[in-house]
């Protein structure tokens, strides 16, 4: 093998290992973006049938939200927060016990 071979494979394998870690990079951040766009959906539904019409102003607890769809109470927590559509309850003063609601 000669010297320009050797170095020409290198160039290649750089080019290509940074090339095939921006594609994973990119399937990563579009599966993250499809993940919170789902379980927002997902938590925005389940609110909407779980809250009748005379009890609008009906708070539902982090705990209730994740049981009921199978998701974790950290993962309620950060839809909850990152939705425009779904408030906390700030109002009660009671930190302990987050409780959510469609706006």
């Not at 320009?4 to 080019?15: A, C, F, H, K, L």
């Not at 993940?35 to 959906?41: A, F, P, R, V, Y």
């Amino acid at each position: 093998m000669s010297k320009e071979t050797i170095v020409e494979g290198i160039i290649i394998g750089g080019v290509g290992g940074a090339i095939a870690g921006l594609i994973i990079w990119l399937a990563d951040l579009i599966k993250k973006g499809i993940m919170n766009k789902c379980h927002t959906i997902k938590v925005k539904k389940w609110l909407k049938n779980n809250t009748t019409p005379n009890q609008a102003k009906e708070w539902r607890s982090t705990r209730a939200i994740a049981s009921h769809n199978d998701l974790t109470e950290d993962r309620v927590r950060f839809v909850c927060s990152n939705s425009s559509n779904i408030q906390l309850n700030t109002k009660e003063g009671n930190e302990s016990k987050e409780l959510w609601k469609l706006r």
